[in-house]
């Protein structure tokens, strides 16, 4: 006698059925979703070995899983521009880039390396822009990174003092394998943000690294800190070894692409 095929067509549902709560439970609800998608539709399979098939779907969660990842990365970065791209630099002549320099840093090197970087220009050169464009660089090879202007920094810091909590806000803002500190030495320091910022990079010296974005070239950066020993401690833990670069131009940045047409 021969059998009806339908009791094998509800055993395969209930199997699939099944096989979609586990793979939920387990918290693989893209391999859900695109297993699922395959029986569905299994005819635009029906050339694809088991091994061809089962592949996809773990693709299919991995992408998603790395994706998501990049997003959680850049959103805890807080960076102002979460666009900028080492693609879009734009290398006029005029602001002499050093070609070799990003591209050397576009590799992630300097940050396996625990080395530092420093953008000095003025106003409106593109500073911010080129330290958001390695973060996000650094983002998508999965470290750390977290942008915060040197301002920002010391209020963040004196708020967990009031709270005594100042330790901890240091350990996590040690432990970022990339800080981004923009509008660095913007003003002069206090003798507190001199002692905080010491010991700051005091933590990080050797152990991660750090990107500074300031207005002032590095000779002027003794006197913004306030002279003296700290400030020589401050520059002995930045300036050695550190990746340099001087950005220049006739034309602030904001000014050439808000002139720049539609």
């Given at each position: 006698?021969?059998?009806?095929?339908?009791?094998?067509?509800?055993?395969?549902?209930?199997?699939?059925?099944?096989?979609?709560?586990?793979?939920?439970?387990?918290?693989?609800?893209?391999?859900?979703?695109?297993?699922?998608?395959?029986?569905?539709?299994?005819?635009?399979?029906?050339?694809?070995?088991?091994?061809?098939?089962?592949?996809?779907?773990?693709?299919?969660?991995?992408?998603?899983?790395?994706?998501?990842?990049?997003?959680?990365?850049?959103?805890?970065?807080?960076?102002?521009?979460?666009?900028?791209?080492?693609?879009?630099?734009?290398?006029?002549?005029?602001?002499?880039?050093?070609?070799?320099?990003?591209?050397?840093?576009?590799?992630?090197?300097?940050?396996?390396?625990?080395?530092n970087v420093i953008f000095v220009g003025a106003t409106g050169s593109g500073k911010t822009f080129l330290a958001n464009a390695l973060g996000i660089n650094a983002c998508h090879a999965g470290y750390k990174v977290r942008y915060v202007r040197l301002p920002d920094f010391f209020a963040e810091y004196a708020s967990a003092e009031v709270k005594y909590q100042q330790m901890e806000f240091m350990k996590k803002c040690q432990t970022v394998r990339l800080l981004i500190l923009d509008e660095f030495l913007l003003l002069p320091l206090a003798a507190n943000q001199q002692r905080s910022l010491l010991e700051l990079l005091e933590r990080r010296c050797g152990q991660a690294s750090t990107i500074f974005c300031s207005q002032f070239a590095i000779t002027g950066w003794h006197e913004q800190l306030g002279g003296g020993a700290i400030a020589d401690a401050i520059l002995d833990r930045i300036v050695p070894g550190s990746n340099i670069m001087e950005i220049q131009g006739d034309v602030s940045m904001r000014q050439r692409l808000a002139e720049d047409p539609v």
């Open positions: 006698m021969r059998l009806s095929e339908e009791p094998l067509t509800m055993e395969v549902a209930i199997m699939t059925s099944e096989t979609i709560r586990k793979l939920q439970e387990m918290r693989l609800s893209v391999m859900a979703k695109t297993y699922l998608d395959q029986m569905d539709r299994l005819e635009d399979y029906a050339n694809m070995s088991f091994d061809e098939r089962f592949s996809l779907i773990v693709d299919r969660e991995a992408d998603v899983r790395l994706n998501n990842k990049l997003k959680r990365l850049v959103h805890q970065a807080q960076f102002p521009n979460d666009h900028a791209a080492l693609e879009d630099i734009q290398y006029l002549s005029d602001r002499h880039l050093n070609h070799e320099l990003i591209r050397t840093l576009r590799s992630n090197s300097y940050i396996d390396k625990k080395r």
